[in-house]
């Protein structure tokens, strides 16, 4: 794609992400209001002094730590290469075993770089509806470089393919002298440096994109001045950099809809609630009095606010000169509005996942019944988290480590090898799988016995099929082999014994034994 091309892309995508600035506008007020940059200041400002409500700023923060625990949590292994359908049966215990040691060395260069922190920061956005960070090439030591994106610099191409494809990111103001520093490789042109001239460091704007040719099938990484349109750093490869993932989405719109656009509404009611509450409260400790004046009064001019005194006419018959403005409206009912809307707002963000505890005798099966539920209305998203961000992050950090010849080249196509996440989804449907099988023990004993029913399975299968249901490290766990064998030298063992015990005496020398007269 031509470099006029691609500006002219770029700026048609911009003028799509430029409709969603109001509301992400509102929804980062609401969430974190510190990250909102449309709202203009100078640096150290504090942005969430209109927040009069703090629900939904708190309900954000626990839905981050909810989302990263669960999907991404602190150097843990939350995804796993095992064998796809075309692995023989013969051979995939130990195709499991060997992909499992590429798992812990994609984790080890993983946990050794920036991404828990970039992360983070993509979950925040998150919460607005689209995260977004650069999976760049790094060293050999360091093979992962990541950036976080924020969403208000980042422009989405528009395509009727679920997948994102042409991606940018524009830099606004950025310091000649800097560029190299944030891009190594890149090339100032002859331009740029006349501008640096004299110790200066003048001011360009940039934009840092990917686009997509269908026919090759690659990408095209590219750093663009659009003080000239002249590139300042290309790269083609068959993997973009990018990770894109959205909590929901809707057909005809790149970017997503998180929590914090659907809470919208009640969170911005709830501001509202609380200030007019705020108001009330004030008016109880500070009361308004009336006192009596010559003047008329005049209800367009007159403030009402605490610690005032409002001048009004005299009034006939037997009244105190001064007296407390009388109250209207019902605090009660403001303060049920205000809980039942904090209520709605932390169910949408699923801070509470065992609801109002309101009985002190809750069994533990009780809240893991509840536990269940609140999983399962996650499970629509969580499922779109793995593809968007699992997969695809685990496939460009499979592309960088065979680019550089860290570990071996292997194919993840779903037949060979395929991609597994390990979020709580799965591992409560491993668990599932778990329970069928102790279960089915259960019912054959209770029936047949013991002994047809250790006769029912293939007992040397069972350790390995418990231990992937669970996600236990294999290399904890014998093979089907190992454990066959096992399995027989005790049985050898047990027949050596038997041969070595004494046989019992016979007849009278029994009973005399016994002490009993023969």
Known sequence: MKVETEIAYFNRAKKVRDLWSQIWHAAYNCTFPNKDIYMQMVAGTQKNGKSGDMTGQIAANR???????????????????????????????????????????????????????????????????????????????????????????????????????????????VPVNDIQLIWKNAKLTADIKMMMTDGANPKINLIEGTTYDLDKDMYTYRVISLHNNEVLLEIKERSSPWIIFRWSRINGEAYGRGVGIYALPAMLVLNEMVEYDLASASINAFPIYMAYSDGVFNPHTTKIRPRTIIEISRIQGNVPPIMPLPQAGN??????????????????????????????????????????????????????????????LMTRMLFILKKRGLIEDITVNNREVKIEYLSELVTLEGLKKTNSVAQMAQILQSIVGSQITIGAYKLPKLPEFIANNLNVPMDIVNDEAEISEAAKQQ????????????????????????????
């Open 63 to 173: 839905f981050v730590a909810m989302v990263q625990n669960g999907l991404t949590p602190l150097f843990s292994n939350w995804s796993i290469l095992k064998p796809g359908n075309r692995i023989p049966e013969a051979q995939k215990s130990q195709v499991t075993r060997y992909l499992q040691g590429i798992t812990d060395q994609i984790f080890e260069y993983l946990h050794a770089s920036n991404f828990n922190t970039v992360i983070t920061e993509a979950y925040q956005d998150l919460v607005i509806g689209t995260g977004a960070f650069l999976c760049l090439e790094g060293n050999d030591d360091k093979p992962f470089i990541f950036r976080a994106i924020p969403l208000q610099n980042l422009i989405l191409d528009e395509s009727e393919s679920p997948d994102i494809h042409n991606v940018w990111r524009e830099y606004n103001d």
């Open 331 to 392: 605090v009660q009912y403001a303060q049920i509005k205000i809980e039942d809307l904090r209520d709605q707002v932390n169910k949408i963000f699923f801070t509470d996942p065992l609801g109002q505890v309101t009985d002190e005798k809750m069994t533990a099966t009780e809240a893991n019944i509840r536990k269940e539920e609140s999983l399962q209305e996650r499970a629509p998203s969580i499922a779109r988290l793995q593809v968007e961000l699992g997969q695809k």
């Open 491 to 518: 049985q050898q063992q047990a027949e050596q014994q038997q041969v070595q015990l004494p046989t019992p005496p016979q007849g009278g020398q029994q009973n005399q034994i016994r002490g009993i007269p023969g």
